[in-house]
């Protein structure tokens, strides 16, 4: 995979115009990054409350009605190797962000892979891990069951029980190239998995782009309401 970091510059409207050109790299690695990879399962039961508002002009009123209903929703959800890595040194986010990864191609350990590839080993182990994994699946099981709803104008959780059973733990190493550069003295990491080329990575902000860009929302904001107050 080629890593074509410039194309992680585009749709940045506060990134430094002088990032782009400026910016240094100073190293491109190669590591297998140790993960685990949980298989478990969620049982889980919600109860919404929901609305549905609808707003009518009754002679010199404007009059708004609104139906108010309870709605449960539960279901369970079977998952396989959910990844967490497990190196200390691997910022969370960076390796989060770079999933999903090609299971289909993994295969047993062996150091042919290794040539042009650092191997790291994990620091975190798998109990360590388990409460980012446990994490991972009651979330999803709670946007799964919150996707099921819909017809509604309002819709908020009232209460919720979700269980997770962590069933079995696999040990994985998966390929990811980590890019260093360097732009204004500071360091700027980006992380692409070896297996798709997704990349991700740190970008700067200019504070002037970003001041430029709230002036233009905000003053026309303000005339709108100057408009309404006084007009």
């Not at 478990?40 to 009059?63: P, Q």
């Not at 990864?101 to 620091?123: H, I, N, V």
Request: a negative charge; hydrophobic letters at 35%.
């Amino acid at each position: 995979r080629q890593m074509c970091i410039r194309d992680s510059y585009r749709g940045k409207p506060f990134l430094p115009r002088t990032f782009t050109a400026g910016n240094h790299i100073e190293e491109i690695q190669g590591v297998y990054v140790p993960f685990w990879l949980f298989d478990g399962g969620a049982e889980g039961e919600v109860d919404y409350k929901a609305a549905n508002s609808r707003t009518y002009r009754d002679d010199d009123y404007e009059v708004t009605e609104t139906d108010h209903y309870d709605v449960h929703r539960g279901g369970s959800i079977a998952f396989e190797k959910i990844p967490v890595d497990a190196s200390s040194k691997m910022p969370d986010d960076h390796m989060d962000s770079i999933e999903p990864f090609d299971y289909a191609q993994l295969r047993p350990f062996s150091t042919a892979y290794l040539p042009g590839f650092l191997a790291d080993r994990y620091d975190e182990d798998e109990e360590k891990c388990l409460p980012r994994a446990t994490r991972r699946m009651e979330n999803t099981t709670r946007a799964a069951l919150r996707e099921t709803i819909d017809g509604y104008s309002e819709v908020h959780t009232k209460a919720e029980n979700i269980n997770i059973d962590i069933r079995k733990a696999h040990y994985a190493l998966l390929p990811v190239w980590m890019l260093h550069t360097r732009w204004n003295d500071k360091d700027f990491l980006f992380a692409m998995n070896g297996q798709t080329g997704r990349l991700i990575g740190d970008l700067p902000v200019d504070p002037k782009r970003v001041a430029a860009w709230f002036a233009g929302i905000s003053l026309p904001l303000m005339v709108i309401l100057a408009l309404f107050l006084y007009g």
